[in-house]
């Protein structure tokens, strides 16, 4: 991954604010007591997104568990919810050398509720030559290893998503997702509606 004072460009901040529900243009997060997600890392991941400590506003905390499937989920919802995190270098070796097995994984992701393979890695990253820094695998072209990820989504309904090698960006991308789905979740569970503006039906 790469820090984001390698780039020139200034990627805009996220937002400071907590993620608004309303119902008749009335914020509810106050009066209705809506948590923020306690997000759950595999003991397995061995450098995690900073997901609290970059995007307290979203996240609530973080706890390191053993997790049935995936990388990241929310407490309260593992058997449901699950994101796998895939380095660019990680989901070529995957979808070649390893494709047995990540197939295996992307079976019981795919039993879940809401689940995503978050790549690190924007579409031109994945199309460029792999090189070297993926190290001996001879067949990973990258148009075989994208046409995997297709199929993967295609036949088991797993959204990939393409994010940055940025690793802030790549956090931040991983926090919105995990803190919309619990807030949907919690609102549906709480008699709510499974909405966030009940104005324009979001």
């Not at 004072?5 to 106050?30: D, S």
Request: neutral net charge.
């Amino acid at each position: 991954m790469r820090d984001s004072a390698e780039f020139p460009q200034a990627f805009l901040a996220p937002p400071e604010r907590r993620l608004a529900v309303k119902r008749g243009g009335h914020l509810m997060i106050r009066e209705w007591d809506i948590p923020k997600p306690v997000v759950l890392i595999d003991t397995r991941e061995q450098a995690p997104w900073p997901l609290r400590e970059n995007h307290p506003t979203w996240i609530g905390g973080e706890k390191r568990v053993a997790l049935p499937v995936g990388d990241y989920s929310v407490e309260g919802m593992k058997e449901v919810l699950a994101i796998e995190r895939k380095s660019l270098t990680d989901v070529v070796r995957s979808t070649i050398g390893g494709r047995a097995r990540f197939l295996r994984a992307c079976e019981r992701l795919a039993k879940l509720r809401w689940k995503a393979i978050l790549v690190e890695a924007t579409y031109e990253d994945m199309k460029l030559p792999y090189g070297e820094t993926i190290g001996p695998e001879p067949r990973a072209h990258p148009n075989a290893v994208l046409g995997t990820l297709d199929a993967i989504e295609a036949r088991l309904g797993i959204p990939i998503i393409y994010t940055s090698q940025v690793a802030d960006l790549a956090a931040e991308r991983a926090a919105s997702w995990l803190s919309k789905h619990f807030t949907y979740w919690w609102l549906e569970h709480k008699g709510h509606g499974r909405l966030l503006d009940d104005e324009d039906g979001l």
